[in-house]
């Protein structure tokens, strides 16, 4: 089992079973993403190195508009995509496997957490992922110490207030706060 098989079950939400070939391939990634998070948060570097370790973790290329403040820490890196001039604050975690879909002119405050994979609830089968993805409409902000949970998606113009926990859609334009996060109001200019 190569990368390429287990992106393909994970994009089609399929269930990695623990201790299978699968695993071993998404345990082998996860050293590189280790790797080179570790370079990345290994000391200072320019925002050109910042993006081209973004892309080798990514294994695709990042926008010349993309900045990222480390430390940042993923432990697959090869399902995220980053739309133009997204901001990704200090210390955010991303749980990439389900994928990470990010677009345009996104504000990624600090700490956020991003997740994509659920344990199963049977403790017999507690080994095994269930990949759901996460999905950023286009100039979404995201408040500091916020949590998307997997299979959410976040509706363009969408801002989510700080210390949120995101465990269902947000509507575009929606303002929503608290946990579980809930809708406040629209956004209005």
């Known amino acids: 089992m190569e990368l390429i098989d287990l992106l393909r079950e994970l994009d089609a939400g399929r269930t990695i079973v623990g201790d299978s070939p699968l695993h071993e391939v998404m345990h082998?990634?996860?050293q590189e993403a280790l790797r080179i998070t570790g370079e990345l948060n290994g000391g200072y570097h320019e925002p050109q190195q910042v993006r081209s370790l973004l892309a080798e973790l990514f294994a695709k290329s990042v926008d010349e508009t993309v900045t990222l403040f480390p430390p940042f820490s993923t432990d697959f890196g090869k399902n995220i995509t980053l739309g133009k001039r997204v901001f990704i604050n200090s210390g955010c975690k991303f749980q990439d496997q389900g994928g990470i879909s990010i677009g345009d002119d996104c504000l990624i405050g600090h700490n956020v957490v991003i997740a994509t994979l659920n344990?199963?609830?049977?403790p017999s089968r507690r080994t095994d992922l269930h990949p759901a993805p996460v999905v950023i409409g286009r100039n979404v902000w995201i408040g500091a110490n916020a949590t998307i949970l997997p299979g959410v998606t976040i509706g363009e113009d969408a801002?989510?207030?700080a210390a949120s926990v995101?465990?269902?859609?947000v509507p575009a334009r929606a303002i929503v706060v608290g946990s579980p996060?809930?809708?406040v109001r629209s956004v209005s200019d």
């Open 119 to 122: 344990h199963d609830l049977a």
């Open 166 to 169: 995101v465990t269902k859609d």
């Open 181 to 183: 996060a809930r809708f």
């Open 28 to 30: 082998r990634t996860s």
């Open 159 to 161: 801002v989510i207030g």
